[in-house]
């Protein structure tokens, strides 16, 4: 999500593990990372299970990404839980 828009959207129809969320991310990054021109993209995720599997911090590794860590359940501070 950008000022100029969500960017990507990409649609799943299935439950999303840890490994199916890792391999759809470092499938799609290098995408988004070009689409909003960023060398290094501080990525902000919500607390969801698969977000914190090993395979997926792998992938946050290989691509340099910096994860902002945001609060669990306040809608005040953490961005994602508040647009619900």
Request: net charge negative.
């Amino acid at each position: 999500m950008s000022w100029s828009g969500p960017g990507l959207l990409i649609f799943i129809d299935e439950t999303l593990t840890g490994a199916k969320y890792a391999q759809t991310f470092d499938e799609n990054i290098e995408e988004v990372k070009q689409s909003f021109y960023l060398l290094s993209l501080p990525f902000i995720e919500d607390h969801a299970s698969s977000h914190g599997m090993r395979a997926v911090l792998q992938v946050n590794e290989n691509h340099s990404l910096k994860s902002l860590e945001l609060p669990s359940n306040s809608p005040y501070l953490n961005i994602i839980e508040g647009c619900l």
